[in-house]
């Protein structure tokens, strides 16, 4: 349990890092991109960057010291909705062989609600009781990268494997003041959950060219792990569909859904996260 007061929260700097040379990697290689035809299974470097239109769902337990808490809902306890962000996907392809990539994704989202609790709801300790007005924040950071391997290539299609490092960096924080908690709450309370985890992947990817300069990329990515703090999975599915009619300008569709189901036990977070994102994506494409 960690009782903290209301203060902002800065957002990552890998967030801002990744976004800043993702703007420069685009204006910096525009002018440079020859109107030759683009070919995703030998271009060197593959930019994307879109709109993610999000939905989240995180049910979060956070443990005090003498009882488990209840499971608490962020979408239901935020109003519900969904957020949009942008995300950047990227890939830079080396070797004589052009088998071997390393590929990076980076975006991030917040939230935050106030709502009148319609129910007793006990977390981090402390009981949030029916009437009170409670003020709930959830925010999260999401940064990969991987080594991939295309042990399978052809001239219109090749088939990766992957390894690599998935990091998350997740907040959520409940808090009421007795002011605004028609008389329910003898003080201000306050609880919040931190977890910055950098979990291993493993996973299968295939790109095929569909030709008329339209591409599919499919990826699958799983790990379970039981390790230290952590006991948990993670899946990650990803389908993306690009038309790529000149190396400067490809624009595309793409679906991806993420589910984390995690046991955490250290001290700025006791207690359980079952976390699902999905949505679609539009996005802009360069390669070179």
């Given at each position: 349990?960690?009782?903290?007061?209301?203060?902002?929260?800065?957002?990552?700097?890998?967030?801002?890092?990744?976004?800043?040379?993702?703007?420069?990697?685009?204006?910096?290689?525009?002018?440079?991109?020859?109107?030759?035809?683009?070919?995703?299974?030998?271009?060197?470097?593959?930019?994307?960057?879109?709109?993610?239109?999000?939905?989240?769902?995180?049910?979060?337990?956070l443990k005090g010291d003498t009882s488990n808490g209840?499971?608490?809902?962020?979408?239901?306890?935020?109003?519900?909705?969904?957020?949009?962000?942008?995300?950047?996907?990227?890939?830079?392809?080396?070797?004589?062989?052009?088998?071997?990539?390393?590929?990076?994704?980076?975006?991030?989202?917040?939230?935050?609600?106030?709502?009148?609790?319609?129910?007793?709801?006990?977390?981090?300790?402390?009981?949030?009781?029916?009437?009170?007005?409670?003020?709930?924040?959830?925010?999260?950071?999401?940064?990969?990268?991987?080594?991939?391997?295309?042990?399978?290539?052809?001239?219109?299609?090749?088939?990766?494997?992957?390894?690599?490092?998935?990091?998350?960096?997740?907040?959520?924080?409940?808090?009421?003041?007795?002011?605004?908690?028609?008389?329910?709450?003898?003080?201000d309370i306050s609880n919040t959950a931190s977890v910055?985890?950098?979990?291993?992947?493993?996973?299968?990817?295939?790109?095929?060219?569909?030709?008329?300069?339209?591409?599919?990329?499919?990826?699958?990515?799983?790990?379970?792990?039981?390790?230290?703090?952590?006991?948990?999975?993670?899946?990650?599915?990803?389908?993306?569909?690009?038309?790529?009619?000149?190396?400067?300008?490809?624009?595309?569709?793409?679906?991806?859904?993420?589910?984390?189901?995690?046991?955490?036990?250290k001290s700025n977070f006791n207690g359980s996260l079952?976390?699902?994102?999905?949505?679609?994506?539009?996005?802009?494409?360069?390669?070179?």
């Amino acid at each position: 349990m960690c009782h903290e007061p209301s203060t902002s929260r800065a957002r990552a700097p890998g967030s801002r890092t990744a976004w800043a040379g993702a703007a420069l990697l685009l204006l910096g290689s525009t002018a440079a991109l020859a109107d030759d035809t683009p070919n995703l299974l030998t271009d060197s470097f593959q930019v994307a960057l879109g709109t993610f239109i999000l939905t989240t769902e995180p049910t979060i337990q956070l443990k005090g010291d003498t009882s488990n808490g209840d499971k608490v809902d962020f979408d239901e306890a935020l109003g519900g909705g969904d957020s949009q962000r942008i995300r950047l996907d990227s890939f830079w392809r080396f070797g004589d062989s052009r088998r071997h990539k390393i590929k990076a994704i980076a975006f991030d989202m917040s939230n935050e609600h106030s709502k009148t609790w319609d129910r007793d709801i006990e977390w981090g300790g402390d009981i949030y009781p029916v009437g009170a007005k409670v003020d709930a924040e959830f925010s999260f950071t999401v940064i990969e990268v991987a080594y991939e391997y295309a042990f399978l290539k052809r001239d219109n299609f090749e088939l990766d494997g992957s390894i690599g490092l998935h990091y998350t960096d997740l907040s959520a924080s409940l808090k009421a003041k007795a002011e605004t908690s028609q008389g329910t709450l003898s003080g201000d309370i306050s609880n919040t959950a931190s977890v910055a985890a950098p979990l291993p992947v493993i996973g299968l990817r295939g790109i095929w060219d569909l030709s008329h300069n339209f591409w599919l990329d499919a990826t699958a990515q799983f790990f379970a792990l039981s390790i230290d703090e952590y006991d948990g999975n993670l899946q990650d599915y990803r389908v993306l569909v690009t038309w790529q009619p000149k190396k400067w300008l490809g624009v595309g569709l793409g679906y991806n859904r993420f589910t984390l189901d995690v046991d955490v036990d250290k001290s700025n977070f006791n207690g359980s996260l079952d976390w699902t994102y999905s949505g679609p994506m539009i996005f802009y494409s360069a390669t070179f």
